[in-house]
């Protein structure tokens, strides 16, 4: 686990501490990069999955509003800046 520009990066690791179940409805995602994302115990979140990376990406709402936020400026004629 990795947290990268506030996105929690999840990836198989035999010898790592925490590990996901084969089937879940949710993901625990510890305290420490919940923390450096902004994300809050029971918050939403986007889960992106790239299955050929083996990779998981938990991204908070906040990162998505700020790389949303200049497009949907842009789309309605705002000035993006």
Do not use: E, F, K
């Not at 990066?9 to 089937?23: F, S």
């Not at 994302?37 to 790239?50: E, Q």
């Amino acid at each position: 686990m990795h947290v990268i520009s506030d996105s929690v990066l999840l990836r198989p690791d035999p010898t790592g501490v925490h590990q996901l179940p084969a089937r879940a409805s949710t993901i625990l995602v510890p305290a420490a990069a919940r923390t450096r994302c902004r994300i809050r115990i029971g918050d939403r979140a986007l889960l992106t999955a790239d299955p050929a990376a083996d990779l998981l990406i938990v991204q908070s709402v906040y990162t998505l509003d700020a790389m949303l936020s200049p497009l949907h400026t842009q789309l309605t004629g705002g000035d993006p800046s």
